[in-house]
């Protein structure tokens, strides 16, 4: 018998350590990492008011790694939250959904005095930050 709860537990903490590991790393670094956005049209400096990446093939793709690199540890992989962030794939698709979407991610949210979303304005690019939103768009349900 004492067999068998030594090894019932050897076997739980087996498994507590590699779910653990495996739900450290699923989100991502900690710290906001640039984006490569080699292969994107420069937009300049003034910003742009709507996506102007809209339905780019080479956007969506450089959207879906930024997102997972600097995004996903809060929003959720595959923009699908978990209920503390606000749920992305609902975010109005358009010009409605863009004005929300890069004033928030510009310079992010402090609500009652807490960091609720850091502000990217500065380590992202304007380049990065529309094709974040390809991406984000791109997984849009009603």
Same mark, same amino acid.
């Given at each position: 018998m004492q067999i068998y709860r030594g090894l019932a537990t050897s076997l739980v903490i087996c498994l507590s350590l590699l779910l653990g590991n495996s739900l450290a790393i699923a989100h991502g670094d900690v710290s906001p990492q640039p984006v490569n956005t080699e292969g994107l049209e420069p937009l300049g400096e003034e910003w742009r008011e709507a996506n102007p990446y809209r339905d780019n093939p080479? +956007?969506?793709?450089? #959207? /879906? /790694? #930024?997102?997972?690199?600097?995004? +996903?540890?809060?929003h959720g992989l595959q923009v699908i939250s978990g209920g503390l962030s606000p749920d992305l794939r609902y975010l109005e698709k358009g010009d409605e959904g863009d004005e929300w979407f890069i004033e928030r991610i510009r310079n992010g949210a402090t609500i009652n005095g807490i960091t609720r979303m850091p502000a990217?304005?500065?380590t992202l690019s304007q380049e990065a930050m529309w094709a974040i939103r390809t991406y984000v768009e791109s997984k849009y349900e009603e």
């Open positions: 080479v +956007a969506l793709e450089i #959207g /879906s /790694s #930024g997102y997972s690199q600097n995004c +996903a540890r809060c990217f304005e500065g």
